[in-house]
């Protein structure tokens, strides 16, 4: 797995900012994780034990590249070939669900069961398309936007908030889609996708497959224009109920076909912290990472067309 994933920690928001501008192009997608940690407290031992002398243990708990459909069903209690099926084709979706009193539902009635999908992904339903972004900044946005905030915090020298512990951080991972699909023959899935054709996205172990331009594929009239905001795009990935992640699996398939490994997938880090961290960069004056990104037009106001927005930007309150 180490050859074909590169990890890379930085200690500067803005030196991160710099590398994602400067390696961006076509043939890589972006996803943000914000990652989680536990505290839990540790009783030292010897004299101090007596004394109830406790220490702190910082559990990080890193994000798994996994759909919400897996992640949901784990252990293939559910199948997503038979979710698709039972739930989403069009005609059982119009019997079983037309009724619903709200009013998008025409919408959903009518359109096509990959526009159908996009739509059900981005408001919580589990499916197998995990969300990416050709743009790297908008990813950024995304990894930091569960960040815990808070407006009680211990400034450091320089007046920055220290409101986690050291050792949380974010990751923001960038794929190679192209390089991908050339060594693997992974397929890019097309306007017909349907319950009916997804077995031409198997591959050894699941599904995989490239969904790079999904506004191209929905009606001009789509309630799908966050995608379009956020220059969506998308990774079928059904593991099939295993806990193996996106990134292992690639790995897997890659020793299976014996091709020699390179690296396809970066991982990018950045502590918590850091995003608070005020710098002067590119003409703005003292600027959080949020505060730059605001400022270039990256935010829930800009990203969505709906309520969604005002649920990400409220977790900034602080600034």
């Known amino acids: 797995m180490e050859n074909i994933i590169e990890s890379i920690h930085y200690s500067k928001w803005t030196e991160l900012v710099k590398d994602l501008e400067k390696n961006d192009d076509e043939s890589k997608i972006y996803r943000g994780h914000s990652n989680e940690y536990q505290k839990r407290l ?6 101090a034990f007596l004394n109830a002398d406790f220490s702190v243990n910082i559990n990080t708990q890193l994000w798994s590249l996994i759909s919400s459909f897996d992640r949901y069903y784990q252990g293939g209690f559910y199948k997503f070939g038979t979710f698709l099926c039972q739930q989403l084709e069009n005609n059982n979706f119009k ?23 996009y739509y059900l992904q981005h408001y919580g339903v589990p499916t197998c398309f995990i969300d990416f972004s050709h743009n790297p900044l908008i990813a950024l946005f995304f990894a930091i936007a569960h960040v815990r905030a808070t407006n009680v915090y211990t400034p450091d020298l320089n007046g920055n908030p220290i409101i986690h512990p050291p050792e949380a951080y974010i990751s923001l991972y960038e794929l190679n889609h192209k390089r991908i699909s050339e060594l693997l023959n992974i397929k890019y899935i097309d306007n017909e996708f349907s319950d009916r054709t997804y077995g031409k996205y198997k591959v050894k172990f699941g599904h995989l497959a490239f969904d790079i331009s999904p506004i191209e594929k929905c009606q001009l009239n789509t309630l799908n224009e966050n995608l379009k905001l956020q220059k969506g795009c998308f990774v079928l990935y059904d593991n099939e109920g295993s806990s193996c992640s996106l990134d292992k699996r690639i ?6 076909d014996n091709k020699e490994k390179e690296i396809l997938i970066k991982e ?5 912290n850091e995003i608070f961290r005020k710098y002067s960069f590119e003409g703005l004056t003292k600027v959080t990472l949020y505060d730059y990104l605001e400022k270039n037009h990256i935010s829930g106001r800009t990203l969505f067309n709906d309520i969604q927005g005002l649920k990400y930007d409220l977790n900034f309150f602080h600034h």
């Not at 990018?268 to 918590?272: E, F, G, I, K």
Request: aromatic share 18%; hydrophobic share 30%.
């Open 268 to 272: 990018y880090r950045l502590h918590y």
């Open 251 to 256: 790995g897997e398939l890659l020793l299976y």
């Open 95 to 117: 019997s079983r669900y037309g009724k619903h009193n709200f009013i998008e539902i025409f919408y959903l009635k009518d359109c096509s069961q990959l526009e159908r999908i």
């Open 42 to 47: 540790k009783k030292k031992l010897g004299k």
